[in-house]
């Protein structure tokens, strides 16, 4: 065995120290999913976009874990759901399977957005603060608004809280799956200001659903130190 050359002990180092960087970069994105789960009132985070008052609405917004959900608006949104998604699960690969989509949403990670016009609910958000692909990212799972409530900015409002949310929580992006195949929901998350996000699969693997995403443009160092979520 000849003696290694100084290039290829340098190649080495730099492995190593690029290894060490992406455990870092996996460990640090850990506990800023932990910390955001652990926070007890994600309201304070963003409670100027909790209003909104547009477009004759006149809507009031909170945000639950689903443990603390009321069970007849956890019912509300599995129905809604249902209503607004059934029939595009149904004509793709996923199939609809009510059983699996209810437990999804009552997993206890899931986070609620609720929407309400006095004592009616209009639309809400689950999402969660997750690692994804090793990034800390608010994943948001659904965004549903009832019919009559649609094309008056609700939506687009209710994106807006979870995007603050994820810059305070020290989030890199919102992320979320979107079928191809409903051209409604793609014109609202690209007039949103969402794109193809790198971990979207090769049209050839999948082309039921895409992977979108808009960052909070937060660089490492913000991440390292973030007034918002230091004074929640
Ligand atoms: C997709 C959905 C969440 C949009 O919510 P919304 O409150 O109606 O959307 P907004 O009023 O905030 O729309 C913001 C912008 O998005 C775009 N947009 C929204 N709905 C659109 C549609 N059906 N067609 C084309 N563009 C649309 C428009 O640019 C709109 O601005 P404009 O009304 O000034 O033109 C709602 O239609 C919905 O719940 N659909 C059924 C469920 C669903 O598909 N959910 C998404 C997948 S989880």
Request: with cysteine; proline share 2%; charged share 30%.
């Given at each position: 065995?000849?003696?290694?050359?100084?290039?290829?002990?340098?190649?080495?180092?730099?492995?190593?120290?690029?290894?060490?960087?992406?455990?870092?970069?996996?460990?640090?994105?850990?506990?800023?999913?932990?910390?955001?789960?652990?926070?007890?009132?994600?309201?304070?985070?963003?409670?100027?976009?909790?209003?909104?008052?547009?477009?004759?609405?006149?809507?009031?917004?909170?945000?639950?874990?689903?443990?603390?959900?009321d069970k007849n608006v956890l019912q509300w949104a599995i129905d809604?759901?249902?209503?607004?998604?059934?029939?595009?699960?149904?004509?793709?690969?996923?199939?609809?399977?009510?059983?699996?989509?209810?437990?999804?949403?009552?997993?206890?990670?899931?986070?609620?957005?609720?929407?309400?016009?006095?004592?009616?609910?209009?639309?809400?958000?689950?999402?969660?603060?997750?690692?994804?692909?090793?990034?800390?990212?608010?994943?948001?799972?659904?965004?549903?608004?009832?019919?009559?409530?649609?094309?008056?900015?609700?939506?687009?409002?209710?994106?807006?809280?979870?995007?603050?949310?994820?810059?305070?929580?020290?989030?890199?992006?919102?992320?979320?799956?979107?079928?191809?195949?409903?051209?409604?929901?793609?014109?609202?998350?690209?007039?949103?200001?969402?794109?193809?996000?790198?971990?979207?699969?090769?049209?050839?693997?999948?082309?039921?659903?895409?992977?979108?995403?808009?960052?909070?443009?937060?660089t490492d160092t913000d991440l390292d130190k973030n007034p918002e979520?230091d004074g929640a």
């Amino acid at each position: 065995m000849g003696k290694k050359t100084a290039t290829a002990v340098n190649k080495n180092k730099e492995k190593r120290q690029a290894r060490k960087l992406e455990q870092r970069r996996i460990a640090d994105g850990m506990t800023h999913v932990t910390n955001a789960n652990k926070l007890e009132e994600l309201a304070t985070l963003c409670k100027e976009l909790l209003v909104y008052q547009s477009n004759n609405l006149e809507v009031d917004m909170y945000i639950q874990r689903v443990t603390e959900l009321d069970k007849n608006v956890l019912q509300w949104a599995i129905d809604l759901t249902e209503r607004n998604m059934k029939n595009l699960y149904e004509t793709c690969a996923w199939g609809w399977n009510r059983d699996r989509k209810v437990e999804e949403m009552t997993e206890d990670s899931a986070w609620y957005l609720i929407a309400k016009e006095k004592d009616s609910l209009l639309a809400f958000s689950h999402f969660r603060f997750d690692l994804d692909f090793g990034d800390p990212v608010l994943y948001c799972y659904e965004v549903q608004v009832e019919a009559d409530g649609r094309r008056r900015g609700l939506g687009q409002r209710m994106l807006r809280v979870l995007e603050k949310l994820a810059a305070a929580t020290r989030m890199r992006s919102v992320r979320l799956t979107a079928l191809t195949h409903n051209p409604s929901a793609s014109a609202f998350f690209r007039a949103c200001g969402y794109s193809l996000d790198d971990t979207s699969p090769p049209k050839e693997e999948a082309n039921h659903y895409e992977i979108l995403s808009k960052s909070t443009c937060l660089t490492d160092t913000d991440l390292d130190k973030n007034p918002e979520l230091d004074g929640a």
